[in-house]
């Protein structure tokens, strides 16, 4: 009942910018929560930055200072603005999007396709 579209991957050399960007649809009463995940090959997924509806942001400490979340609440977009890529930042991005559904004010939790980035040497 929520979808997610997600864009802006791709392939970068390390010290360059990409941005990504998440569009939420359907529906949606209240986001509660929008993140960015990624996952490198052989490992696990792991939180990139995550903003809560009050505007509060939360970073993994190797991202810090890199990477930049922001989201757009009344198109209920959020964005990753990553700077300073490095090789290690190579890895599938997820969008995720928490919130209650306008048609019984359950919780949802969704999940975008994937983004691939690419970071080279």
């Known amino acids: 009942q929520v979808q997610l579209v997600e864009s802006g991957g791709g392939s970068v050399q390390a010290g360059g910018s990409l941005t990504l960007s998440c569009a939420a649809s359907?529906?949606?009463?209240?986001?509660?929560?929008m993140g960015w995940y990624r996952q490198a090959p052989g490992k696990q997924r792991e939180l990139a930055a995550q903003v809560i509806s009050g505007g509060n942001t939360n970073y993994a400490d190797s991202v810090k200072g890199r990477f930049t979340i922001s989201k757009d609440n009344a198109k209920n977009t959020v964005d990753l603005q990553m700077n300073s890529l490095k090789p290690e930042d190579t890895a599938v991005y997820y969008c995720n999007v928490v919130g209650l559904l306008s048609t019984n004010l359950r919780g949802f939790d969704s999940w975008g396709q994937g983004t691939q980035v690419t970071v080279s040497s």
């Open positions: 359907g529906s949606i009463f209240k986001i509660t929560r």
